[in-house]
């Protein structure tokens, strides 16, 4: 019980760090409150400047790049987390198989190990995925 408490407990704090990660690159903003809301003025005579042109054509590709950042840090997140459940699990296993004895303990190893075969797989083609998409996004 307490190892499959272990196991949850690392998964979280994984989940957790990923988490932290997005939000410390999440933009910050710098907009101030809001209070109460501007008197209403009559119309300005002419229409404001448009931005200058490296500014303007700057800001999508930034925004972008921030997106695939925050993309790339949540999929290297998961994957920890994926990993460390796995691997928790698998000490857990390994951990019930030791309190049993000949065949059955061979039998119970060799699942426990391709289950958490399986689940590094499983975790690391679903990174791969999502590492493609960011590339994809950044072109």
């Not at 809001?34 to 005579?45: F, G, L, R, Y």
């Not at 699990?89 to 061979?106: F, R, V």
Request: proline share 6%; aromatic share 2%.
């Amino acid at each position: 019980m307490h190892k499959q408490f272990a196991a949850l407990l690392a998964a979280v704090v994984a989940l957790s760090m990923s988490v932290l990660a997005v939000a410390a690159d999440a933009p910050k903003s710098t907009a101030p409150a809001a209070t109460t809301p501007p008197a209403m003025t009559a119309p300005a005579a002419t229409p404001p400047a448009a931005p200058s042109g490296s500014m303007a054509a700057s800001t999508p590709k930034a925004e972008v790049k921030a997106d695939a950042k925050a993309m790339k840090a949540k999929a290297d997140g998961d994957y920890k987390a994926a990993k460390a459940k796995a691997d928790a699990d698998y000490k857990a296993a390994k951990a019930e198989c030791s309190k049993k004895s000949g065949a059955d303990k061979t039998a119970c190893t060799k699942d426990a190990k391709a289950t958490h075969d399986g689940a590094v797989k499983t975790a690391k083609a679903e990174h791969d995925k999502q590492g493609a998409d960011v590339k994809a996004m950044k072109k």
